[in-house]
């Protein structure tokens, strides 16, 4: 029975005609034919074909779900309840309309298990790859109180602040990586197929090349003989780094502290930290949660295990009866107008307030500094690849040139 309230209607495709008797095509859901043909007589419209989608077209077009399309989700919730419309017909609306047939798997899901009596945080809570702790705690928090429209909003903008602030960091990484790539494969295929052809034509000339010339010929010998071991240790790193930081938290733990130590990137992940943090616990407590409670789920939203290990350090603090003031400081991580922002926050009772605030000038510091890395970035990129393809070009040429000296 519960597998039956939890099957999703079948796509139908569908053509007609309307009052007028003009030819109108769709898609919409459905039961069976019989079923939409007749809401599409209640609607006016006279079907001509009503044909169901495919199995293949609807596997194709489910796509993995993204934190983005979660972001969307609560933005569109929010806005549907601040308007009075009812949940299950929220749900309903935004899941039949949405593009990604796994996100609207998900939603039409959590839907029929609201529509059973399930509380909406219990029925997000059987979904954790979807849902943190930090976003069902503030659901609870939001049905308990009556305001569940209010925390919906408070959710949906921490999820687009948070969104933003990985899309501009990712954006930012990006670009240099992208541009290293394309050299490595561009610098490859100059030693495989177009320096031999300059070797065979130095073979003829019956004297010593230079150097520098004969460096970049011994090294292209090399790529023609053993660049698939080459390729397969480049792309072994990559899979194998990706991997053990997904898979090892003993890597991600090491990973974390060097990101933090390097000398330009630090500090930008130092930043979104501190504004993830903020963000996250101003979000909480504006919400209602106790401040020790919230702290244990910020922990896992600050994005790096450092600050993680660090929040559970002050969570620890403020259990025992310590300020949050002090217990941050003890971390020696944050920044002295962060605690002085928090410390004011909590005499004067408004410590959503100024996370609030620190929240925003910090993500704004991530922002600025972005923007000044990729202007830095791009030249030095600039550089870096004329050097690589300019120095085998001359190496190339050099003989040529001593050539023509010699005549």
Same mark, same amino acid.
């Given at each position: ?8 209607? %079948? ?6 005609? !309307? ?34 989608? &495919? ?36 749900? !309903? ?27 909406? &945080? ?5 979904? +954790? ?66 320096? +031999?052809?300059? #070797? ?20 292209? #010998? ?40 390097? +000398? ?19 979000? $909480? ?21 450092? /600050?993680? %290990? ?17 217990? $941050? ?7 002295? $107008?962060?605690?002085? $922002? ?7 009772? &408004? ?10 000038? /910090? ?19 600039? &550089? ?24």
């Amino acid at each position: 029975m519960a597998e039956k309230a939890l099957k999703q209607p %079948d796509m139908f495709l569908w053509t007609g005609t !309307d009052k007028r008797g003009v030819k109108v095509k769709g898609q919409t859901r459905g039961n069976n034919p019989s079923l939409v043909k007749a809401d599409l007589r209640k609607q006016g419209i006279k079907p001509l074909t009503v044909k169901k989608q &495919s199995a293949l077209f609807k596997k194709t077009a489910k796509k993995k779900i993204v934190p983005k399309d979660l972001a969307v989700f609560f933005r569109q919730l929010a806005t549907m309840m601040s308007a009075g419309v009812p949940l299950v017909q929220a749900f !309903d609306i935004i899941g039949r309309g949405h593009e990604n047939a796994g996100m609207r798997e998900l939603l039409m899901k959590i839907k029929a298990e609201v529509e059973s009596g399930t509380s909406l &945080s219990d029925s997000l809570a059987k979904h +954790p790859l979807h849902f943190d702790d930090l976003v069902i705690n503030l659901v609870n928090a939001g049905e308990q109180a009556g305001v569940l429209e209010t925390l919906l909003d408070k959710i949906a903008t921490y999820k687009e602040k948070t969104e933003y602030l990985k899309s501009k960091i990712k954006k930012a990484l990006f670009y240099p990586t992208a541009v290293i790539i394309v050299a490595i494969i561009v610098t490859a295929i100059l030693l495989i197929f177009v320096v +031999p052809q300059f #070797e065979e034509l130095f073979s003829n000339f019956g004297a010593d090349l230079p150097a520098f010339t004969r460096v970049v010929v011994n090294l292209s #010998e090399f790529m023609q003989a053993y660049w698939w071991i080459v390729f397969g240790i480049v792309a072994g790193a990559g899979v194998g780094f990706a991997q053990g930081k997904k898979r090892s938290r003993k890597f991600g733990r090491v990973l974390d502290r060097v990101v933090l130590k390097m +000398p330009i990137i630090g500090p930008i992940m130092h930043k979104a930290a501190v504004a993830r943090y903020a963000r996250t616990l101003a979000t $909480m407590f504006a919400a209602g949660v106790p401040l020790v409670e919230a702290l244990e789920s910020v922990a896992g939203a600050t994005g790096n295990v450092v /600050y993680s %290990d660090a929040v559970l350090m002050i969570r620890d603090s403020v259990a025992t009866g310590q300020q949050l003031t002090f217990a $941050m400081n003890q971390t020696g991580l944050f920044p002295n $107008m962060v605690e002085q $922002m928090v410390a004011i926050g909590e005499e004067s009772g &408004s410590l959503d307030s100024m996370l609030s605030k620190v929240a925003d000038f /910090y993500e704004q510091e991530v922002d600025d500094a972005v923007d000044a890395l990729s202007s830095l970035l791009e030249p030095l990129i600039m &550089s870096i690849l004329g050097i690589l393809i300019g120095g085998l070009v001359v190496a190339m040429y050099l003989p040529i040139f001593k050539m023509g000296a010699a005549i």
